[in-house]
Nanobody, 115 residues
């Protein structure tokens, strides 16, 4: 069983920055692909960024150049640095750990971008 706990969300003005963190309770963190999803009210859950177990990263087109995903396998943490935030980035952001067909979810952290 993997437990994921997100933190770092909040209210930020357009153009601002936030850094989300996800702490994983798992024996071998490094074998999991880690992902950040987001879900806004009335919308489907959207994949925002992925960092593979080997360290390669990929992003949704809507966040490319603004968001950066990273991981620390020693601390068992994954991060999402979000810059140049827009109102349309407002959502609950969820951390996910995936290995083959197995996936675990955190509870999410709210990000609100508003003036």
């Amino acid at each position: 069983q993997v437990q994921l706990v997100e933190s770092g969300g909040g209210l930020v003005q357009p153009g601002g920055s936030l850094r989300l963190s996800c702490a994983a309770s798992v024996n071998i963190f490094s074998i999991y692909d880690m992902e950040w999803y987001r879900q806004a009210p009335g919308n489907e859950r959207e994949l925002v960024a992925t960092i593979a177990s080997g360290g390669s990263a990929s992003y949704a087109e809507s966040v490319k150049g603004r968001f950066t995903i990273s991981r620390d396998n020693v601390k068992k943490m994954v991060y999402l640095q979000m810059n140049s935030l827009k109102p349309e980035d407002t959502a609950v952001y969820l951390c996910s750990a995936r290995m083959q067909l197995i996936r675990y979810w955190g509870q999410g952290t709210q990000v609100t971008v508003s003036s």
